[in-house]
């Protein structure tokens, strides 16, 4: 396969961009949105070219461990970062244990879009050095995403209701 499946995702929130941007940038809000439904913990957030999101999702007895590596930082208007899926408790590149094709490592970039009262985000995740077999289930999954980050979403208008109202 030549061609990459892309999933994107556009959204407008009812806030500053800046907010916005905080909401996806400080550890104390961005765990209470990232991985619904999980127990998210933040291992260590370094936003900075070069530096690491260390993030654990715990479900009861199971966590799933990922590492993100952020590429481009350019507050509050764009980051972008390599996206490791799965990881071991070490931080160790593994595939994903529920879903053994899923692509190992992705490309995500986030936009934030001054609107004034309003801000446009789009997310966009890309496969990065994937199998044939990654990209086939990445491409095959991309119409069940919008599920999860939707609930995160939803989460996320919660916060920026809470930030605004002092």
């Given at each position: 396969m030549s061609d990459l499946p892309e999933y994107t995702l556009d959204r407008s929130f009812a806030a500053p961009r800046e907010l916005v941007w905080r909401a996806w940038t400080d550890p104390e809000l961005l765990n209470r949105w990232y991985g619904p439904g999980a127990d998210t913990v933040i291992h260590e957030f370094?936003?900075?070219p070069g530096g690491c999101w260390l993030n654990?999702?715990?479900?009861?007895?199971t966590s799933n461990f990922q590492k993100v590596?952020?590429?481009e930082v350019d507050p509050p208007a764009k980051m972008v970062w390599q996206h490791h899926s799965s990881t071991d408790?070490?931080?160790?590149?593994?595939?994903?244990?529920m879903m053994p094709d899923w692509p190992r490592v992705f490309i995500?970039?986030?936009t934030f879009t001054d609107r004034?009262?309003?801000t446009d985000v789009r997310?966009?995740?890309?496969?990065?050095?994937?199998t044939d077999a990654e990209i086939a289930c990445f491409a095959e999954a991309m119409s069940n995403m919008d599920g999860g980050w939707g609930s995160g979403y939803a989460m996320i208008d919660e916060i920026l209701?809470?930030?605004q109202a002092g």
């Open positions: 370094e936003l900075e654990e999702m715990r479900w009861g007895e590596v952020f590429l408790a070490e931080w160790n590149d593994a595939p994903n244990p995500t970039t986030v004034g009262e309003r997310l966009s995740q890309v496969p990065h050095e994937a209701a809470e930030l």
